[in-house]
């Protein structure tokens, strides 16, 4: 059976093995548009944690402060029974309903459904602390929030420029494009202050100092300004608000940027060079949105704007997106969007056609309002999300979730978070079940189904439309008419075909099965692409801890830490020679890292492949959040994982 790999944005296409109702073996899909036929380590193996022993096998409830196996049938109960307790005593907006970027579409869609049918908006995914910022400025600046160009476009560009992203730890399949790029004489421009093993790859690596970016960017676009390095034509025929963005970045000079980002002069002018060519992609990971956040989006936007890098084919924007579906769930739970559009009268009385009810207007609570304490949350359905160990300053995470009244967490594991449940439902995984998702490059593909779920674990659609039926409601839990549903209820996705969407040869991509967008005019509703002028703080905070991705490991560690072989593994501090030697610590030493959230003792690493002034560590460590202080971006509320002031000590 085909299915799609349940870990990256990627989205690679696999062939699943089965004997006797289990996965033995997966092989790549050839005629998968964007994989060829490419899986990397963890996708060759993600099989194997459908068989781990401890695997969740049935429903669990809390009885005198211990979990104990419980029916289906009382599950559902009580949790829809203390649901409208809880809403009988508090308000309808007291529960909230988070998670599903490891879920399907239609597992999404039916999740923010079954909250709205309960009377509250209080919806979110964890596209919330990932690529939200990005979503955002996109959706602001050309339209739709997602990236313009596809993956495999990558080799028709004259130049790349990746910020904020290790392709070969976070999206190995890509490489292949890198490679092909490279071949045909493409440059690439990485922007990290790291040494990842991509940046062997760079033609150009400008280690910059974390959070500076916008002096990076907003500088060039001032030189390029400068230098009459930029496209008029493109700019008065395809964008607005030129002239006011202009403006505010002719404060941004060359020298500036020097004494904020820690660059050569000579690296940013070299920069401006390459990005003033004619086919240029602008592309970004976690270092640009958890670390300037949305501010620091819009400010890299404005670049292929300026430059007239948008609507053709190897020139535009690629934004590298977590999890397997998180593209889709960022389109489709959100608590202050409906899956179709804005949230208003209109749109809701929309869907109350679609739906048979109609959903609250008022803006629900994101999951940072939620854990951070601004809004009164006493109950929480939790679906594939693990945020005792994924969101930052976990002290405050767990003090929230114990004062919670009712806790409700469906995975497939006991998790961390699974852990501090009233109830726990075991769900089926990738592989027990159907289903599609929307990888990085907007393309969407269904998984089929090629073994049954353990024990008496369910799919989520089949889970949360009993969940709706207890409530009342008449849920589909069919992921065909589901699919045909969603596509009623999200307009991004109405264009896309059944049967496409199950053929891995057909660039089945929303929202117009377009490879690159805008060719011929900007999403926005004027039709034309927003420059948007953004300003900088400057940052002197000491040393910074930043964290991030390494290949073999994945995201909170759950899963990938299942499958046999893969459970060893010692994280490291890694820290610069001359950070060192004024710390007074030696490799291997074991240190202390300390926040003001909280401290870690960790081995250190010296390496160059840091800089100076910041230490780097694996985010995939279960108690890293620990350290990381919860800061969080002003538009979007995205944590800043990239940027916490710390001291290391021997
Ligand atoms: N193997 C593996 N693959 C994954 C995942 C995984 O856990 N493991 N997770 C998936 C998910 S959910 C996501 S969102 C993606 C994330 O994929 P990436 O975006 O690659 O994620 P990170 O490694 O967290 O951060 C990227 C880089 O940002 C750099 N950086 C930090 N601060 C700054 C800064 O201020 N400016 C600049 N320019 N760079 C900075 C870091 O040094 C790091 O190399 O990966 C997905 N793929
Ligand atoms: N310090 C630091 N922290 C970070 C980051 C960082 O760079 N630094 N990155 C952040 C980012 S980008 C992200 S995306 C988050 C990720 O944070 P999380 O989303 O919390 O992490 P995952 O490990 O992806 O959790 C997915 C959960 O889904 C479950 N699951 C998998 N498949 C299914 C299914 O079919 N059904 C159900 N019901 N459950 C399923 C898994 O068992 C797992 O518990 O972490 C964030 N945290
Ligand atoms: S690149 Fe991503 S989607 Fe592809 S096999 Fe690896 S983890 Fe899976
Ligand atoms: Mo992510």
Known sequence: ????????????????????????????????????????????????????????????????????????????????????????????????????????????????????????????????????????????????????????????????????????????????????????????????????????????????????????????????????????????????????????????????????????????????????????????????????????????????????????????????????????????????????????????????????????????????????????????FIMGYNPVRSLPNRKKVKEFLGSLELLVVQDIFMTDTARYADIVLPAAAWAEKEGSVASLDRLVKWRFKAVDPPGMARPDYEILSDLAKAAGYNFNSNPKELFEELKTAAPLYSHLNIDDVMDYSKDSRYPNGELHLYGEKFSTKSGKAQFIPVDSEKHNDGLILVTGRTVTRYNSDEVINRVPGMQEYNPTLWVNPSDAKNLGIENEDMVKLASKSGELDIIAKITDDVIPGVVFTYMHNPKINDIVSPEFDDETKTPKYKYTPVTVTK
């Open 1 to 380: 059976m085909k299915s799609i790999c349940p870990f990256c944005g990627v989205g690679c296409g696999l062939e699943l093995m089965a004997v006797n109702n289990i996965v033995v073996g997966v092989k790549p899909v050839p005629e998968h548009v964007v994989s060829r036929g490419h899986l990397c380590g963890k996708g060759s193996v993600a099989h194997e944690a459908l068989t781990a022993w401890d695997r969740l096998y049935y429903p669990l409830k809390k009885v005198k402060g211990e979990l104990e196996r419980t029916s289906w049938e009382d599950s559902i109960k009580y949790t829809i029974e203390s649901i409208k307790n809880i809403q009988k005593k508090y308000g309808k907006d007291s529960v909230a309903f988070y998670g599903g970027c490891q879920n399907s579409l239609e597992e999404v869609y039916l999740l923010q459904k079954l909250a709205r049918a309960l009377g509250t908006n209080n919806v979110d995914s964890c596209a919330r602390v990932c690529h939200d910022p990005s979503a955002k400025a996109l959706k602001e600046i050309v339209g739709v929030g997602a990236g313009s160009n596809s993956a495999t476009e990558i080799p028709k560009a004259k130049v790349v420029v990746v910020a904020g992203e290790s392709v070969t730890d976070s999206h190995p399949v890509l490489i292949q494009y890198f490679l092909e790029a490279k071949e045909k004489g493409t440059k690439i421009i990485l922007i990290d202050p790291r040494n990842t093993r991509f940046a062997s790859f760079a033609d150009l690596h400008l280690k910059i100092k974390p959070r500076s970016d916008i002096f990076l960017f907003n500088a060039v676009a001032n030189y390029l300004i400068q230098n009459n390095m930029i496209k008029p034509d493109f700019i008065a025929a395809r964008t607005e608000g030129y002239e006011k963005y202009k403006e505010n970045v002719s404060k941004y000079t060359l020298e500036l940027a020097v004494e904020q980002t820690g660059l050569a002069e000579k690296d940013i002018i070299e920069f401006a060079k390459y990005i003033s060519e004619d086919k240029v992609i602008f592309s970004w990971g976690l270092g640009l949105t958890e670390s300037t956040g949305t501010k620091g989006i819009k400010s890299y936007l404005s670049l292929p704007l300026l430059t007239g890098n948008m609507g053709k084919e190897g020139a535009g924007v690629i934004v590298y997106r977590g999890q397997t579906n998180v593209q889709g769930s960022g389109d489709l739970i959100k608590p202050d969007v409906f899956p179709n559009g804005e949230m208003n009268e209109a749109n809701s009385e929309a869907l109350s056609r679609i739906w048979g009810f109609k959903p609250p207007v008022n803006k629900g609570s994101s999951i940072i309002d939620t854990f951070y304490g601004s809004k009164n949350i006493k109950a929480l």
